[in-house]
Structures are given as C-alpha cells and as structure tokens.
C-alpha cells in the first residue's frame, strides 16, 4: 500500500507559478497527479514511471507543468508554471489516473 502527503498549494496570479510536493511511502510503478477542480470530475495532470523516469503530460498542461522525483527522498513533485484560472483545482497524488491511494490534496487557486 502507498501513502502519500501532498504540499506546496496556495493562491497564485494568472501567469504565475507554484511547486507542489508529495511525499510518498511505497513503491508504485507508475504515479499521478490528479486535480479535481469545483464541480468536476477527477482528471490525470501527469504521471512519472517510477523504474525509467518516463513522464506523460496531459494535453491541458503539456509544456506549462512538469513532473519529477527525487528517490532518495521518496518526493514527487509537480512544477506548475504559466497558470491560468482553469487551473485552479485541488492537486492530488495518487496511483492510478482515477485517483486511487490519493491524499488529502492541496488546493490550488489561480486568480487575480
């Protein structure tokens, strides 16, 4: 089983950017995250395979957001850059692109 506690949301302008953190215990091979914006279903924003490194991007943040890990540390994170409103969602960590085995999340807010 993988427990994960994500980190790093607030309230950013348009344009703006912010890092987001998961802290992970246990090995999964491949890991998300997800967001889950107001009123919305869950949707994957990227995945990393734990083995090669390999990250897949959702067309919705391709070349805005970038997924990486530190092993050593058991962190993933989420570099969100160029931030629009329709990001505003909260960001969850998980094991599956339906969510599963996610956290509490971190909220997100992109607004002026």
């Known amino acids: 089983e993988v427990q994960v506690v994500e980190s790093g949301g607030g309230l950013v302008q348009p344009g703006g950017s912010l890092r987001l953190s998961c802290a992970v215990s246990?090995?999964?091979?491949?890991m998300y995250w997800v967001r889950q914006a107001p009123g919305k279903g869950l949707e994957w924003v990227s995945r990393i395979n734990s083995i090669t490194g390999s990250i897949y991007n959702a067309d919705s943040v391709e070349g805005r957001f970038t997924m990486h890990r530190v092993n050593a540390r058991n962190m993933l994170y989420l570099q969100m850059n160029s931030l629009k409103s329709e990001d505003t969602a909260v960001y969850y960590c998980a094991t599956s692109p339906s969510g599963d085995q996610r956290g509490q999340g971190t909220q997100v807010t992109v607004s002026t």
């Open positions: 246990g090995f999964m091979y491949w």
